[in-house]
């Protein structure tokens, strides 16, 4: 091999080495735009200590966050006090159901959100009859519902829920 070929695979393993090490070194928080401190402002002081996959994270969410709405904001507020209020072992149950959901295939989780959305649209009183509905049944009478609901069309379903 030659010395210029040498030295140019020498010089990328450097460069890629250096990259890999600013990955692991994080975000200072002198580096972050005026917008992402401004929004990242309760974490600056354990700024240096968080993780970059945490950093990287949080500069994701404070970037989503300014494109929101203020009603999409008021939303996320609400969930976040909600989240907060919870005990740990509904945080875990809540993480295990996202983690499960996150490995169905692409059109399962469409079919999933496509219901949900078609539920949040309900008015208030018909959601706390279908809740309360499906807390009487048993685990069996659930299972079968959810083959049922799986098997008919958004129309048929409706109809099946709202009967």
């Given at each position: 091999?030659?010395r ?77 006090q ?73 129309e ?8």
């Open positions: 091999m030659n210029f070929l040498r030295l140019v695979i020498l010089v990328g393993g450097m460069f890629a080495a250096s990259l890999a090490w600013g990955d692991v070194q994080g975000t200072s928080w002198d580096q972050l735009t005026k917008e992402e401190q401004q929004s990242l402002q309760p974490f600056k002081e354990q700024w240096p200590a968080l993780s970059p996959e945490k950093q990287g994270r949080l500069r994701k969410n404070a970037e989503k966050w300014s494109r929101m709405s203020a009603d999409e904001r008021r939303d996320a507020q609400e969930r976040f909600r989240w907060q209020k919870m005990s740990p072992e509904q945080k875990e149950k809540i993480r295990k159901r996202f983690s499960e959901f996150r490995k169905l295939p692409p059109e399962e989780q469409e079919r999933i959100r496509s219901r949900y959305r078609w539920f949040r649209k309900l008015p208030p009183e018909q959601r706390e009859v279908l809740r309360e509905r499906w807390h009487r049944m048993s685990p069996e009478e659930r299972k079968n519902m959810r083959e049922r609901l799986r098997n008919l069309t958004p048929e379903q409706q109809k099946l829920l709202l009967r």
